[in-house]
């Protein structure tokens, strides 16, 4: 009996310190909302997928060059599902490291991406 509270009480410990941690990542975390232009499929051996982005409303995409906007390259824990669902012309939130190059476009790299619209 001892032991089975023990065990629901650690088991217990550990959701909420996960939660706690998925809540501080998703709120402490850099993040950027913008229009996907372009989803780059690569293969992931040599180059990560990445997304072209730009924060800007989905009617005003026509007309980018590609020097505007920012290209976050995608991580390879990222569902193949998810992929598969990112198109130009969708709001995404992208979760990233706070660093973007100062070139034209910036690169940075993202940690995760979530579909605003569907």
Known sequence: MKKTRKLYRFTAI???????????????????????????????????????????????????????????????????KVMKELTAGQQVKIYFNGQVTASAPGHGEAYWVTIVDK
């Open 14 to 80: 550990i959701l909420v310190m996960f939660a706690v941690s998925m809540l501080l990542f998703f709120t402490v975390t850099p993040s950027f909302h913008g229009v996907i232009l372009e989803v780059q499929h690569h293969d992931q051996k040599e180059k990560p997928p990445s997304l072209w982005v730009m924060e800007i409303s989905p009617d005003e995409i026509k007309n980018k060059t590609e020097s505007e906007g920012y290209i976050f390259s995608i991580p390879s824990y990222t569902p193949n």
